[in-house]
């Protein structure tokens, strides 16, 4: 793949969940980057991955993490990462849109256990 400049406007785009989005901004077999929009009141399944370590970045908002039962209220221009065999969940508890990148290494499709 040439190297390029990528944005929402040119990534791959998926929803998930209700009303939720996604663009995978890195999709490669060591290394996913994604940036997602979660609407106020939106939130994720519980999981765990087995292999995949995760960083969740917020641009924009802010969003719950959840992780082995402890709540993280997460900021704009903050981060929390997320080790192998962790429990989770992200849940917009706000008002307003929550942005985030999800990093995972590697990528955590199809590593996903419910918890």
């Given amino acids: 793949m040439p190297t390029r400049i990528v944005d929402t406007s040119n990534a791959e785009h998926y929803t998930w969940g209700i009303d939720c989005d996604g663009w995978h901004?890195?999709?490669?077999e060591e290394l996913s980057v994604i940036e997602e929009r979660?609407?106020?009141?939106?939130?994720?399944?519980r999981h765990s991955h087995t292999k995949?370590?995760?960083f969740f970045f917020v641009l924009?908002?802010?969003l719950t993490l959840e992780v082995e039962h402890h709540d993280f209220v997460v900021t704009t221009g903050k981060g929390v990462e997320v080790h192998p065999g962790q429990a989770h969940t992200?849940?917009?508890r706000s008002q307003a849109d929550v942005r985030m990148l999800v990093i995972s290494q590697p990528p955590s499709h199809g590593d996903r256990t419910p918890a």
Avoid: D, F, H, W
Wanted: proline content about 10%; overall charge negative.
């Fill in 25 to 28: 901004l890195v999709k490669g």
């Fill in 38 to 45: 979660m609407p106020p009141g939106r939130s994720e399944e």
């Fill in 52 to 54: 995949s370590r995760q």
């Fill in 60 to 62: 924009e908002g802010e």
């Fill in 90 to 92: 992200a849940i917009n």
